[in-house]
């Protein structure tokens, strides 16, 4: 299992994760290879209460990518693509909600696993 399936069949199974993508389509928001919290798509309520200029996880035409939501539609579910323009197109393939995690808080890997731990205590508390 590579890298990516792995990733999916983690936040399927409701795990929220850690994710590193490379890449420069959404800078400045996101840099290549900047740690963000993934935290699953449970369901097409959640799904469908996404807005435009979320950042997502998702599976497009083969692809998957951290890109941004362009817009959302309950018949074509949502439209993603990069920070500069680019739209990758529709998808009901969203496998997580992305958050960034501060500046401040990725400066080791014991940092990043720190913020993890107290989001996931406070993203348990509010869901």
């Not at 993508?21 to 996404?50: A, C, F, H, T, W």
Request: with cysteine.
């Amino acid at each position: 299992m590579n890298y990516v399936q792995n990733k999916i069949e983690r936040l399927q199974n409701g795990e929220i994760i850690v994710s590193r993508e490379p890449g420069n389509s959404m800078e400045p928001i996101l840099k290549s290879r900047e740690p963000v919290i993934l935290v699953p798509i449970k369901d097409e309520e959640e799904l469908y209460s996404l807005e435009e200029g979320d950042i997502v996880f998702a599976k497009v035409h083969g692809n998957c990518y951290t890109h941004k939501v362009y817009a959302v539609d309950r018949e074509k579910g949502v439209k993603i693509g990069n920070n500069h323009g680019h739209e990758n197109g529709w998808t009901k393939q969203v496998f997580a909600k992305a958050y960034l995690i501060p500046k401040d808080k990725q400066k080791t890997n014991k940092d990043v696993t720190s913020y993890l731990e107290e989001f996931i205590k406070q993203y348990d508390s509010h869901h």
